[in-house]
């Protein structure tokens, strides 16, 4: 039960739910790669010129696998280190924005409009 605890966040999002914390981001990072390395991106891409930014792509590429490779949940010590939320919770003591009295704040709900209503893409393959 405490492990579940953790996996709800500040916010009420379920880490589940974000692709995120189920490595669905980093596992596609892992197949873009793998690809590229299949088809010999870097080497076409010396050999035939073009792609001037490819090695700007790479750099980027390896900073989003750094900044979405795992996350545990922020209850767990993971998640956004700068989340108002968190933040927020941490200082009053509350286990999520919902047991708050100035519930639904406007970081609350500027954040559940760009993040709550877009499903899991997991969801609809059945997991």
């Not at 891409?45 to 750099?59: A, D, S, V």
Request: proline share 4%.
């Amino acid at each position: 039960m405490l492990e579940e605890r953790k996996l709800a966040g500040y916010c009420g999002m379920y880490c589940s739910a974000c692709a995120i914390h189920t490595g669905e981001i980093k596992k596609a990072i892992a197949q873009l790669r793998e690809l590229m390395d299949i088809y010999e991106l870097a080497r076409v891409q010396q050999l035939f010129g073009g792609l001037e930014e490819f090695p700007q792509f790479l750099k980027v590429l390896g900073d989003l696998e750094a900044m979405f490779g795992a996350c545990v949940g922020c209850k767990a010590g993971g998640g956004w280190p700068n989340c108002f939320m968190r933040k927020c919770c941490v200082e009053k003591s509350l286990e999520s924005c919902y047991e708050c009295d100035k519930m639904p704040c406007q970081e609350l709900l500027r954040f559940q409009k760009r993040h709550f209503l877009y499903p899991a893409p997991h969801y609809s393959k059945g997991f």
